[in-house]
């Protein structure tokens, strides 16, 4: 069974970057789809983003598309998950979740493994 951890959240001004990271210990992490998920207050935690095994391919929701981008070092065993030209809607803890099947989740049932949240705040 892997554990995650994310790190990287903070409180940033709308148009700035931040760089999330996700680290993954217990099982190699290359064993796993990777995905994004954040929640904001009061709402369902949303997909973000997800990267397959080896780290070729990728998919994100239309919200971020363009602005965040994932991406995995596998010999490190951490996802990254970069986003830039942030938003004060960007607000929210992000998760990351590790998927054993090779198929492209965008929902929260696909990801057995999650990590315990980084909060994101971006003011206007």
């Known amino acids: 069974q892997v554990q995650l951890v994310e790190s990287g959240g903070g409180l940033v001004q709308a148009g700035d970057s931040l760089r999330l990271s996700c680290a993954a210990s217990?099982?190699?992490?290359?064993?796993?789809?990777m995905g994004w998920f954040r929640q904001a207050p009061g709402k369902e935690r949303n997909f973000v983003a997800v990267i397959n095994r080896s780290g070729t391919n990728t998919f994100y929701a239309d919200s971020v598309k363009g602005r965040f981008t994932i991406s995995r070092d596998n010999a490190k065993n951490t996802v990254y998950l970069q986003m830039n030209s942030l938003k004060p809607e960007d607000t929210a803890v992000y998760y990351c979740?590790?998927?054993?099947?090779?198929?492209?989740?965008?929902?929260?049932?696909?990801?057995?493994?999650w990590g315990q949240g980084t909060q994101v705040t971006v003011s206007s």
């Open positions: 979740a590790a998927s054993n099947s090779a198929y492209f989740y965008t929902t929260t049932d696909g990801y057995p493994y």
């Open positions: 217990g099982r190699t992490l290359s064993s796993y789809v």
